[in-house]
T-cell receptor, first 117, second 114 residues
Framework: AQSVTQLGSHVSVSEGALVLLRCNYS??????LFWYVQYPNQGLQLLLK??????LVKGINGFEAEFKKSETSFHLTKPSAHMSDAAEYFC???????????????FGQGTILTVHP | DTEVTQTPKHLVMGMTNKKSLKCEQH?????MYWYKQKAKKPPELMFV???????INESVPSRFSPECPNSSLLNLHLHALQPEDSALYLC?????????????FGNGTRLTVT
């Protein structure tokens, strides 16, 4: 069955430390991958999206994600955390529905990032 | 600033009320979506409109009725809701329904059903 999993519902880092948020998918065909961020009482903002052929994707606010087909992963990283990065992060995938023009966007369970001074 | 505008930001309604949520985008996007997000959960798809026609209904109860009057507007009509329908309702749009087409979300309407 096709699925998306975010490892760790909560991640806590110190300001200036590396941020690593994990996302794995289960699918026989690589899906279309996205990362979104949600700040309290707001909607979701697109951080980045996977483009076929590129393994390292750069997004906004200094975030980037690496696509590893062999590991079926699309982990999100940022070299140095900032207090303003505290939010909830969602990995989202569109699985190839095989011949149809639409793939439902499915979200992972989310990871809450806390940044300590 | 979000390019998808949702009104109202907050809504409290009784179980016998009729109310509507509104969503507007001026990015020329041809697909629009309604999502429901419960506390501490990811968004769940409710409806998808493509070129102003309903293309997907995720088995949503009939007390939720979507409407797309034109390519820029999306409404969600609410009637006889239950307390468990209290949630953040998010509207989103995308250039198309293609696989690589990212969704742009509004800030949502926080709905409380009493």
């Amino acid at each position: 069955a096709q699925s998306v999993t975010q490892l760790g519902s909560h991640v806590s880092v110190s300001e200036g430390a590396l941020v690593l948020l994990r996302c794995n998918y289960s699918s026989s065909v690589p899906p279309y991958l996205f990362w979104y961020v949600q700040y309290p009482n707001q909607g979701l903002q697109l951080l980045l999206k996977y483009t076929t052929g590129a393994t390292l994707v750069k997004g906004i606010n200094g975030f980037e994600a690496e696509f590893k087909k062999s590991e079926t992963s699309f982990h999100l990283t940022k070299p140095s955390a900032h207090m303003s990065d505290a939010a909830e992060y969602f990995c989202a995938v569109r699985f190839n529905a095989g011949g149809t023009s639409y793939g439902k966007l499915t979200f992972g369970q989310g990871t809450i990032l806390t940044v300590h001074p | 600033d979000t390019e998808v505008t949702q009104t109202p930001k907050h809504l409290v309604m009784g179980m016998t009320n009729k109310k509507s949520l509104k969503c507007e985008q001026h990015m020329g996007h041809r697909a629009m979506y309604w999502y429901k997000q419960k506390a501490k959960k990811p968004p769940e798809l409710m409806f998808v409109y493509s070129y102003e026609k309903l293309s997907i209904n995720e088995s949503v109860p009939s007390r939720f009725s979507p409407e797309c009057p034109n390519s820029s507007l999306l409404n969600l009509h609410l009637h006889a809701l239950q307390p468990e329908d209290s949630a953040l309702y998010l509207c989103a749009s995308s250039p198309g329904q293609g696989y690589n087409s990212p969704l742009h979300f509004g800030n949502g309407t926080r709905l409380t059903v009493t």
